[in-house]
């Protein structure tokens, strides 16, 4: 019974067992108190540290009531010395190169290496060479990751045309589980800031981790892709000449692709025409295709497969890993295949915001 006596009070006494025993707590004399006290405490104490290891895992960041220092002080005084370390994210700068260098290499090969897939770069110099262009390129965002002071992972924005492409995303392969979703926000948010909603990337498809990540951050797959390598068929149709593309080819070819996919992406072409790796297909005196690369980070497009077929017979060489072929073009995956080139590995195309259906021939670039 309520010690003001009220009915209400009254009434919750008796076979209520539950709520019996609550009631009976204030009849607990000042010691017991005081011992109940201390356990609420320290089992207070303790759901908060438990819970902070759980959000730390899952967010990257120090748990809710632990210091910065990586040192806890539990409710009797005792100082748990513990590696906690928050995530700080920061803009990338050239200095950073190494060390996303060596992060980029090793968090491709050791994933790579697990699904017994070659390495996407061949070793530690050529991803040197790609953080270097990166860093060049005023049109690519970069946003690096650290915890405890010591660089784990980076991410790249390319924001050079309407579409903006990610990658590479890569965490050191000790930091994974939460970084990644760091590194994706960030760059999201950034082209939301820059008016860019629409955003594609590349994701080789037995990557189980980044196909969840990217899809629970709101990217769709588009396109499976097969990643085709070997030596290009010197194949040549009859009234379709491949050359090398120059500035003056720049509005035929925006406008070739703004045909197909609805947008131009005149800024990687000019990229592709200043490294000397550009061609077009003429077909009637037409622009009936373009390629900035025939390889990894080229892309191409063409009015229809004759273009396209003849752009790759006519590249001379694939750069890269392989070119990306849209593997549900049966055609041209089987004119492929049936002219010696492999599939090195399958792909997925993904976009968020924004997607026209292709309306012609394409390879898409490890960006999108
Ligand atoms: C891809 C990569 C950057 C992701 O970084 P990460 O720190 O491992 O990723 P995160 O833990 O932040 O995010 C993975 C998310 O997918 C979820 N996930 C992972 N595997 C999953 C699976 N098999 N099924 C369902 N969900 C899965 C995780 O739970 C997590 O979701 P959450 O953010 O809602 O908790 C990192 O693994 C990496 O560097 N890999 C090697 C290089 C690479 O493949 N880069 C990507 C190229 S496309």
């Known amino acids: 019974m309520r010690r003001d006596g009220s009915p209400l009070a009254a009434s919750q006494t008796g076979p209520r067992r539950g709520r019996g025993s609550l009631a009976n707590k204030t009849d607990l004399n000042p010691e017991d108190l005081s011992r109940l006290h201390f356990l609420l405490v320290l089992l207070r104490d303790a759901a908060d540290f438990v819970s902070g290891l759980v959000g730390e895992a899952a967010s990257g960041s120090a748990p809710a009531g632990v210091p910065g220092s990586g040192r806890w002080s539990g409710p009797a005084g005792a100082v748990i010395s513990r590696t906690m370390t928050s995530l700080t994210l920061r803009p990338g700068r050239p200095d950073d190169a190494g060390s996303l ?3 980029c290499y090793t968090a491709f090969a050791t994933l790579n290496a697990r699904h017994h897939f070659p390495p996407d770069f061949p070793n530690r110099d050529v991803a040197a060479g790609l953080m270097a262009f990166l860093f060049g390129n005023p049109n ?4 690096v990751a650290e915890q405890g002071g010591r660089v784990v992972g980076s991410n790249f924005l390319w924001t050079g045309d309407p579409i903006a492409g990610v990658g590479p995303i890569t965490v050191a392969p000790e930091a994974q589980g939460g970084v990644g979703r760091r590194l994706m926000e960030d760059v999201l948010a950034r082209a939301a800031e820059r008016g860019q909603p629409n955003v594609r990337l590349v994701q080789a498809a037995f990557n189980t981790t980044s196909m969840s990540l990217y899809t629970k951050l709101g990217f769709d797959v588009r396109e499976p892709l097969a990643c085709m390598n070997g030596t290009p068929p010197a194949v040549v149709f009859p009234g379709y000449a491949v050359r090398p593309a120059t500035a003056d080819d720049a509005a035929a070819c925006a406008d070739l692709c703004r045909r197909v996919h609805g947008h131009d992406r005149t800024g990687e072409l000019m990229g592709g025409v200043a490294q000397g790796a550009a061609k077009v297909v003429v077909h009637g ?5 373009y390629t900035t690369d025939l390889g990894f980070f080229g892309h191409s497009v063409a009015l229809d497969n004759v273009a396209l077929m003849a752009l790759i017979g006519g590249a001379g060489r694939i750069s890269g890993p392989g070119f990306l072929l849209p593997s ?8 492929c295949l049936t002219h010696g080139l492999r599939v090195v590995q399958p792909l997925t195309l993904m976009s968020r915001g924004l997607y026209n259906e292709p309306r012609g021939a394409f390879l898409p670039s490890i960006l999108f």
Not at 140 to 143: F, I, K, P, Q, T
Not at 328 to 335: I, K, T, V
Request: glycine residues 16%.
């Open 101 to 103: 260098a060596d992060i």
């Open 140 to 143: 690519v965002y970069s946003v």
């Open 285 to 289: 005196g037409k622009v009936v295709g």
């Open 328 to 335: 549900r073009n049966g055609e041209a995956f089987r004119w």
